[in-house]
């Protein structure tokens, strides 16, 4: 049975409102955390854990322009190379409602741009191999609690 993308929790290519501190922090950054926080899932497991990118409407070093698709606030997008499976506090990421929560649907990723994404990310970016290990760890969760 397909499961229905619109009532699916953090279905792959949903898109999800968060704050920069509860994501792990680069610390050579310079930059301020932002407030607002758009992050699009890009793997999941049974467990509901997420594997996410974060997006952003700047062209920075170690980003690739989201084609054909423009956040809520209409301007032009582009998603970060890094992938994501914890948050700050080394916790799985999961849609809480408090510290994650779902964008409408209508902000959902096409499955082209999900594609897209996860070739770059996983194939094409300076951390593949790293993101690669995430998603596996990912993956391998479910595993894990079953044999516990």
Known sequence: MARDKKTDVGAIGRTIKTKDEYLPTN????????????????????????????????????????????????K?????????????????????????????????????QVAKVRDTVLNHSRQATENKKKIAALKNGDKKKKQD
Request: glycine share 8%.
């Open 27 to 74: 610390k050579k950054s310079k930059s301020k955390p932002k407030e607002k926080r758009w992050i699009a899932v890009i793997a999941r497991n049974k467990s509901g854990e997420l594997g996410v990118v974060r997006l952003t409407t700047e062209n920075q070093p170690n980003t690739t322009k989201l084609k054909g698709y423009n956040k809520g606030n209409g």
């Open 76 to 112: 032009t997008t582009y998603f970060k190379h890094f992938v994501e499976i914890k948050d700050a506090d080394g916790k799985p990421i999961k849609i809480d409602g408090v510290r994650f929560v779902e964008n409408d649907s209508k902000y959902d990723l096409n499955n082209r």
